[in-house]
Every structure is written in structure tokens, then in C-alpha cells.
């Protein structure tokens, strides 16, 4: 099993800066891609950003040139940086694991509100 906790989220306006944080622990190895989802209200849960151990990122269209995703390795760490934040952006955040052949997980997510 491998447990995600996030951090991070919070209040900004529009225009603004928040990086998100998500710390693995637990039966870390093997995991193959780390990445952030979002959930607004009413709204499907959907891809913002993923990142595999080899470093190659993917970016949902709506946040390209604005998000950046990173991980260290070695801390079992992913973060996401977002900067030029807009309203639409406020949803609920929420970390992904992939272990490879293993399973999927999930953290508890946190909240982002941008306000205009």
C-alpha cells in the first residue's frame, strides 16, 4: 500500500501562485507515475498534470504553460506549480500514484480556490 498526503492548497486570487506538495510513504517502490488531478463541484474528476520516474511530463491543455509538475525521487515527493491561476482553476486537488503491475492510489486531496 502507498499513502499520499497533499499539501499546499488554499486561497489566491486571480493572477496568483500556489505549489502543491504530495509526500508518498509506505510500500513506495515500483511507482511508476506520479500526477495531480482536479474535481470541481458538478464537475467529473479530471487530468491536470502527470510525471514518470524517467521525468517525462503531460499537461491537460487548460493548464499548459501556466502548471509545472516536478518530482524528486529520492523523497518520494511530487509538487505542483501553479502559477497565473484563474478562477476556473478552484477545484479540489488531488494526488495520483501508479505502481507499476501494483495498484492505484489516491490522496485526500485539498483545496484550491482562486477568487476573481
Known amino acids: 500500500q502507498v499513502q499520499l498526503v497533499e499539501s499546499g492548497g488554499g486561497l489566491v486570487q486571480a493572477g496568483g501562485s500556489l505549489r502543491l506538495s504530495c509526500a508518498a510513504s509506505?510500500?513506495?517502490?515500483?511507482?511508476?507515475?506520479m500526477g495531480w488531478y482536479r474535481q470541481a463541484p458538478g464537475k467529473q474528476r479530471e487530468l491536470v498534470a502527470q510525471?514518470?520516474?524517467?521525468?517525462?511530463?503531460s499537461y491537460a491543455d487548460s493548464v499548459k504553460g501556466r502548471f509545472t509538475i516536478s518530482r524528486d525521487n529520492a523523497k518520494n515527493t511530487a509538487h505542483l506549480q501553479m502559477n497565473s491561476l484563474k478562477p476556473e482553476d478552484t477545484a479540489v486537488y488531488y494526488c495520483?500514484?501508479?505502481?507499476?503491475?501494483?495498484?492505484?492510489?489516491w490522496g485526500q486531496g485539498t483545496q484550491v480556490t482562486v477568487s476573481a
Open positions: 495520483n500514484a501508479i505502481q507499476t503491475f501494483v495498484g492505484n492510489y
Open positions: 509506505g510500500s513506495i517502490f515500483r511507482i511508476n507515475v
Open positions: 510525471i514518470t520516474s524517467g521525468g517525462s511530463t
